[in-house]
């Protein structure tokens, strides 16, 4: 069983910066593609970023040019550096796996950025 384990969460005032980190228990290569997910109280769950295995990265427009989606494959941990935080992007932030062969999805439990104004 894939685990998945996100750290780096807490509190911070608008404008600050946290990078979240989600360790895997197995090579990270190994799945299609990595996300990071969100989800604020009283809200739908949405895609923040995503990362192929082949490294192509895509993010959610509302954080362009703010969060960035990287990978160490030696240490199998994916990270979303966050810049210039906003109230608006408290939420719990949840690391996501993908294969395809077999089908699986993998998910962490969730770590919580609160972002103070």
């Known amino acids: 069983q894939v685990q998945l384990v996100e750290s780096g969460g807490g509190l911070v005032q608008a404008g600050g910066s946290l990078r979240l980190s989600c360790a895997a228990s197995?090579?990270?290569?190994?799945?299609?593609?990595m996300h990071w997910y969100r989800q604020a109280p009283g809200k739908q769950r949405e895609l923040v970023a995503v990362?192929?295995?082949?490294?192509?990265?895509n993010y959610a427009d509302s954080v362009k040019g703010r969060f960035t989606i990287s990978r160490d494959s030696a240490n199998n941990t994916l990270y979303l550096q966050m810049n210039s935080l906003r109230p608006e992007d408290t939420a719990v932030y949840y690391c996501h796996a993908r294969q395809t062969f077999p089908p699986r999805e993998y998910w962490g439990p969730g770590t919580q950025v609160t972002v103070s104004s």
């Open positions: 197995r090579t990270i290569f190994s799945f299609n593609a």
């Open positions: 990362i192929s295995n082949g490294g192509i990265t």
